[in-house]
């Protein structure tokens, strides 16, 4: 099932890239395992995924030396910052920076372990009270201040669109993000680029596509709903 699920996910982006003139090899599918076994993240990487999302640290700690070490992971949920020392060294990116604060955290870690860390910028981009992120008018001001960082390089933007019924109503969230990576990159702040921009769920991936996602974070698409009354799966 998951490879199947995969082929489909692959097969919309491919169609969502010809219909605006991109490449499918610009776009990279993050399979969001959260809440799913290693044997479910087996699955996955058998059918050729690489790179794989995960919210929780401790989940991510349990899961990273059970797997294939080709695997690029990326820390996509909420991160406090006295778990930053668990991460650095062992993700791809960090798609959560929301805080001057939590990014000179993983600067300070870099440092300390001799290593650069990637990371984006999470955006609040409709404005929603229950969401992270930086509000889109304090983004530039942030990269700003991440730039003069020693041991970390800000690739980019992410969002997490509101949850909505028909995708086509996160279309302009998504143009909006997009706007705001260019009025970034225009200030050719040293040290910053602006190339990623991290948006597009299972429900609105396509439409995210379309707009300029770099990355696209579908979970249910491809390993089915989350039960999150279960105990998280050891194995
Ligand atoms: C869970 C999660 C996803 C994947 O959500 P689906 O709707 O299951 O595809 C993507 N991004 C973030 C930040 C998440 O927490």
Redesign the pocket.
């Known amino acids: 099932m998951i490879r199947e699920n995969i082929s489909e996910v692959k097969e919309k982006i491919r169609a969502a890239c010809e219909k605006s003139g991109r490449s499918p090899e610009d776009v990279t599918l993050i399979a969001?395992s959260?809440t799913k076994p290693v044997s479910a993240i087996w699955e996955a990487y058998e059918a050729g995924i690489r790179d794989f999302?995960e919210?929780k640290v401790q989940e991510l700690m349990e899961k990273i030396p059970a797997l294939p070490s080709d695997i690029r992971w990326h820390m996509?949920?909420h991160l406090q910052r006295n778990k930053v020392k668990y991460l650095v060294g062992r993700v791809a990116l960090i798609h959560s920076v929301d805080s001057l604060r939590l990014a000179e955290e993983i600067s300070r870690e870099s440092l300390r372990k001799g290593v650069e860390t990637d990371l984006l910028m999470e955006v609040n981009i409709a404005g929603e009270e229950s969401k992270y992120g930086v509000v889109p008018s304090d983004a530039a001001l942030l990269a700003e201040s991440i730039a003069a960082l020693p041991a970390v390089r800000l690739k980019g933007l992410m969002t997490?669109a509101p949850y909505v019924e028909s995708p086509e109503k996160n279309r302009l969230y998504f143009q909006k993000l997009r706007e705001l990576s260019v009025d970034i990159s225009r200030k050719n702040i040293d040290n910053v680029s602006m190339n990623v921009l991290s948006m597009g769920?299972?429900?609105d991936y396509g439409i995210a596509v379309e707009e300029g996602a770099v990355y696209v974070?579908?979970?249910?698409?491809i390993f089915g709903e989350r039960n999150y009354t279960d105990k998280q799966p050891a194995e």
């Open positions: 969001v959260k999302g919210n996509i949920g997490v769920m299972t429900g974070r579908v979970g249910t698409g």
